[in-house]
């Protein structure tokens, strides 16, 4: 078994109010391979990825590092000790690119001959031409930008590196040049590298291991890349792996073989009354009964922001975003003015899915 070297145990992040943005996750991080964190936006996987090296502290759980406990030192010790790559490089627009990536190395009081020294070399690492090194960020490509970022989370050799969406803002030949030369460097460094993406594609070539995030900041899968595709753990996650890979015909096929359903409809004035403590999802429409939330079980006169809209005559690709990305797992459907005519399931759209695949395949 694979030596661990990022420890999450019981780790919950509750912001001011709010439903956890992370629920209670506990895993095991293994030193020296690339995990990824994937899943749709809002799921806790940045604010997840923060908490390892306390951009942002826990409510309650613990994460330990190598073993300590991330608490046991000063915070700002502990992020230096750590690269972190962002989706914009992030990059101090005034200092050269040779300066920028000495930044933390002289942070820790290496000399500045020293630092430029690295910072030379690591432009090679990353695959860049030395004469860049006296640029500013503002002169260079984003892919460029990107790179500079990477050999400026190296330059102080950290054994762990934190990659938050780093290659989500090139295109996407760029990208695929990232990714690759992202795994032609670890195969040289062996970092422990946590990266961020909403991307499947992106999470599969990458990751050793990848962990599917789900609504409310839940785990909900956590497994080699072959196994999530092979095997998705449920069907939040098989949707979520077949909503970029295998459903992308989804956007040219009409979905008409969706069963629409009466939607459970609640105003403001009626939930502030009776509140919502009925068994059940109730859509809260406002007089004009445009969908404005969605009020669960439990929840009182509060509600939650709802999911994506579905129109009559859209896509399926749309009907399934509808339904997945909805807290109550029902797709809200509305007319031509933006009224609820009604909601649709999640299970029903994906049967649609399957059968209209059998047809293809059977029409190959
Ligand atoms: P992801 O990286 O998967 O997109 P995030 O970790 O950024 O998800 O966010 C998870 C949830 O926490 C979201 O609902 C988001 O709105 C909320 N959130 C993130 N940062 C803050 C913050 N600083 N204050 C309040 N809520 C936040």
Redesign the pocket.
Known sequence: MAEAMIEFQNVT?Q??G??P??DDLTMSIDKAAITV?V???????????RMINRM?EPTSGSITVGGEDVTAGPAAKLRRSMGYVMQSSGLMPHRSVLDNIATVPRLNGVSKAEALKRAHELLDVVGLASALGKRYPSQLSGGQQQRVGVARALAADPPVLLMDEPFSAVDPVVRDELQQELLRLQRDLAKTIVF?T?DIDEATVLGDKVAV?GLG?KLAQYATPEEILRAPANDFVASFVGRDRGFRHLAFSPSDGVTVHPARTVTADELKLAGNDAAGWQLLVGHDLRPLGWSGPGMGSESVPGGSLFRKGDTLRRALDAALSSPSGLGVVVDEDGRVAGVITAEEVLAVIESDRHVRHGAL
């Open positions: 992040k912001y001011q709010g439903t943005a992370v964190f899943g749709p936006s809002g799921c806790g996987k940045t604010t997840s990825l942002v961020v909403h995030f900041g």
